[in-house]
């Protein structure tokens, strides 16, 4: 087999900006694969010196390495700049802290091309290698595969022709994206995608689902209808408090809170594929404690979110 029949007609496209030795991990595993993709872009808007000497030095002994050094880039904007200057015919997404599995991308392109597909979505689970990140993952995504841009491949022509660019937002531009295009197709891929970017810090984890949750507050469309639920949920409890006297008004919040702890530490881990049993003696306690500041920390961008959404402002 010639060298040429080892590299596929794809661009992985990856933003950079507040990069760790987990890029350089994932850019090493595209290398060392038997089948290459055609391009490895690397769109770097941070200030890591190292990241940047690295990527430097290896773009001019690769020639699939391609390092680009942008201005401060939200990642959407930073995948247009990829998208814009790619040479493949296929394109697909990949942020730091994700890995995809052995054979993961002659798998996956040999799918695209049998079944001739425009969008091949990625579907990625989440990792834990500690307790703390184990009750983290619990409380969120627990241990189901889901839908997500890391992984996607598209055809660029697909893509152009649509109109398939990224909004300009630091977070929540992945899910408004699936969703314009999941309304043309939505072919989902069975090859998984490993991530692992839950951090051990808690106060880390909830600036950060803060900080994008307030990011999200500019996208002028709820496409998960987060906002909406958080703001009806914000009004639901107004209204009692308002309209209901002291003894209502406790078994008004007893229930709900009841009804709420019931969901969240055991239904919703549950029907996520945890374990039951991984739920005892005490892990529920922790899972429902994470969930209830993981919702304090997002509701202030939801809430904002969906005034902005409303009034289209």
Known sequence: MNKSENILNLSVIIPIFDATDS??????FFL?????????ILLDSGSNIHITKYFETLSKSSEIVIYKKIN????GTARNIGINISKSDYLTFFDINTLPRVNWLKKSFDIVKKDNLSVLFGKRITLDNSFIKKIIKYSTYGNSSYVSLTGTIILKSFLINNNFFFINTRAGEDIEWIKRVKAKTNHINTEIILYNGLSN???FNLKK????SMSYSKVLKDVN???KIYFF?????LLAIFFLENYYLFLFFSLNFLIYLIYFAFVRPVYSKVNFKDLFPFNWILIFFIRILFDISKTPGLLIGYIRTLFKI
């Not at 060392?32 to 490895?40: A, G, L, N, W, Y």
């Not at 401060?72 to 990642?75: A, D």
């Open 32 to 40: 060392s694969q038997r089948f290459k993709p055609k391009e490895i």
């Open 209 to 212: 689902w803060f900080i994008y």
């Open 72 to 75: 401060f880039s939200h990642p």
């Open 225 to 227: 209808h987060q906002k």
């Open 23 to 28: 890029i350089k991990l994932l850019v090493s």
């Open 233 to 237: 949920a914000m009004i639901y409890s």
């Open 201 to 203: 810090n808690i106060i």
